[in-house]
């Protein structure tokens, strides 16, 4: 297995936020891909108290070098007040697809 600086990260937005979010990032060669999974419920604890949402859950295709930005372009047009953004390093996958993402975020 060879070693691997993709990363695969996970958030949720309003379904009307979902494509303009993720045009933004892979426009800005922040991500090389993103899923966009409309029709996501989401159960939260928020301000004290449980709550539920509908909501898009985007799967983006980046790299560490690019997450810092990534992060930034997130936080600054996301409309709530605490998005969620989480990253999951990836352990392998195929060659030419890792190669793929590295150059389509360079």
Known sequence: MT???AL??????PERHA???AR???DARLAACVNIVPGV???FRWAGR????TESLLVIKTTQARYA???KAW???HPYELPELMAVPVAAGLPDYLSWLETSTL
């Open 50 to 53: 449980v709550q539920q949402e």
């Open 3 to 5: 070693e691997t600086h």
């Open 75 to 77: 936080r600054d047009r």
């Open 19 to 21: 494509e303009t979010l």
């Open 24 to 26: 933004v990032l892979v």
């Open 69 to 71: 930005e990534l992060e």
């Open 8 to 13: 695969i990260v996970y958030g949720t937005c």
């Open 41 to 43: 419920k989401s159960v």
